[in-house]
T-cell receptor, first 114, second 111 residues
Framework: DGGITQSPKYLFRKEGQNVTLSCEQN?????MYWYRQDPGQGLRLIYY???????QKGDIAEGYSVSREKKESFPLTVTSAQKNPTAFYLC?????????????FGPGTRLTVT | GENVEQHPSTLSVQEGDSAVIKCTYS??????FPWYKQELGKRPQLIID?????GEKKDQRIAVTLNKTAKHFSLHITETQPEDSAVYFC??????????FGAGTTVTVRA
């Protein structure tokens, strides 16, 4: 299971606390993504980055923040402003260019906020 | 933005039978349609994809068809086996970076 890793696998936090989820890839991919998965809703895009030091909001960016200081890393911070943060978070990466490319997913982090 | 609808939400088939999952999309500019399989507790993995310049693609027991006029695409699994039991997601995009996913289909293959 190399290539793209996420840590930790499970994360528990109290309401009102910010939490940062880690995502690292060694596939030399330019593009990286964060998705949120809730039961019965499929995957929804939070943020994506096509290149270092650049990122764009996805469909549900409110209450989340990201950084892309290195090609290999794309950490996601779930802030206290996110109203319903409990979910399964998936990171992905892909090559970039004109044509759409396969996205490779990490193993995910299950976040529980109480 | 793109809106992808997927049906059915659950599908139970007898081992050896075929399974078909259908998706519709809203943006006629979409040109890439991947299918992902997610086993329980694991990451989604690409099983097949199709681009808008192709109407059908096969890979062993899996095939995908695309009807651009009707804006729908389907996944066909033949000779189903127990290891085909999983959640399947369709997706669509025209930008490459913004995949829009369907809600998923839980497939159960009965022995």
């Amino acid at each position: 299971d190399g290539g793209i890793t996420q840590s930790p696998k499970y994360l528990f936090r109290k309401e009102g606390q910010n939490v940062t989820l880690s995502c690292e890839q060694n596939l030399n991919h330019d593009a990286m993504y964060w998705y949120r998965q809730d039961p019965g809703q499929g995957l929804r895009l939070i943020y994506y980055s096509q290149i270092v030091n650049d990122f764009q909001k996805g469909d549900i960016a409110e209450g989340y923040s990201v950084s892309r200081e290195k090609k290999e890393s794309f950490p996601l911070t779930v802030t206290s402003a996110q109203k319903n943060p409990t979910a399964f978070y998936l990171c992905a990466s892909s090559t970039s260019g004109g044509a759409p490319y396969e996205q490779y997913f990490g193993p995910g982090t299950r976040l529980t906020v109480t | 933005g793109e809106n992808v609808e997927q049906h059915p939400s659950t599908l139970s088939v007898q081992e050896g039978d075929s399974a078909v999952i259908k998706c519709t999309y809203s943006d006629s500019a979409s040109n890439y349609f991947p299918w992902y399989k997610q086993e329980l507790g694991k990451r989604p993995q690409l099983i097949i994809d199709i681009r808008s310049n192709v109407g059908e693609k096969k890979d062993q027991r899996i095939a995908v068809t695309l009807n651009k006029t009707a804006k729908h695409f389907s996944l066909h699994i033949t000779e189903t086996q127990p290891e085909d039991s999983a959640v399947y997601f369709c997706a669509a995009t025209y930008l490459g970076y913004k995949l829009s996913f369907g809600a998923g289909t839980t497939v159960t293959v009965r022995a």
